[in-house]
């Protein structure tokens, strides 16, 4: 079945900086990957997503690109914010079956 | 307002208890997962349903039930058979176009502690 990497665990960026969280997948049949910002005691919200059918998408200062050779997508955040600061959490998607997650990325940004 | 709503925020079980956690979206979505989640890992998928009076077990059903009577409401109960069921629940909808999966969008989580 699908198996889903994140890295890093914790990430801290100075205010202004860039920060780029990375995931990898197993099965080379998963054509969905969305990416989810999590709150403290909060349930996640969609932040971005993209399919196999494209390489990059960006939404104002979030971008993630797709490498499927590879296997395995990026996010990318530009100029942080205080209010980026969360935890992230990456997914991936065969056809026909459910999302399987990675295990977070704790994003610290320090003032 | 549009969006999925989960009660209670906290839920204390005892030992031996059944407790039923509840999740109701106004979205029209047909599509209904619930998820456990514990520190520093992962979102794991305990059922989902993509039709009314039909569920599928996810990962982790052991220990859990749930029911699908109606399209807006998807109740999970933790069983006396869940043996650590210390964590936070969320519960997702989404809609269902064939075959890909689409955005799932999650209700604010119940955090469930045994006493």
């Known amino acids: 079945g699908e198996n889903v990497e994140q890295h890093p665990s914790t990430l801290s960026v100075q205010e202004g900086d860039s920060a780029v969280i990375k995931c990898t997948y197993s099965?080379?049949?998963?054509?969905?990957f969305p990416w989810y910002k999590q709150e403290l005691g909060k349930g996640p919200q969609l932040i971005i997503d993209i399919r196999s059918n494209v390489g990059e998408k960006k939404d104002q200062r979030i971008a993630v690109t797709l490498n499927k050779t590879a296997k395995h997508f990026s996010l990318h955040i530009t100029e942080t914010q205080p209010e980026d600061s969360a935890v992230y959490f990456c997914a991936a998607s065969p056809p026909n079956y459910q999302l399987i997650w990675g295990a977070g990325t704790k994003l610290i940004i320090k003032p | 307002d549009g969006g999925i709503t989960q009660s209670p925020k906290y839920l204390f079980r005892k030992e031996g208890q059944n407790v039923t956690l509840s999740c109701e979206q106004n979205?029209?979505?047909?599509?209904m997962y619930w998820y456990r989640q514990d520190p520093g890992q992962g979102l794991r998928l305990i059922y989902y349903s993509q039709i009314v009076n039909d569920f599928q077990k996810g990962d982790i059903a052991e220990g859990y039930s749930v029911s699908r009577e109606k399209k807006e409401s998807f109740p999970l109960t933790v069983t006396s058979a869940q043996k650590n069921p210390t964590a936070f629940y969320l519960c997702a909808s989404s809609i269902l176009t064939g075959m890909d999966q689409e955005t799932q969008y999650f209700g604010p989580g119940t955090r469930l502690l045994v006493l």
């Open positions: 979205l029209n979505h047909d599509a």
């Open positions: 099965d080379s049949a998963s054509n969905y």
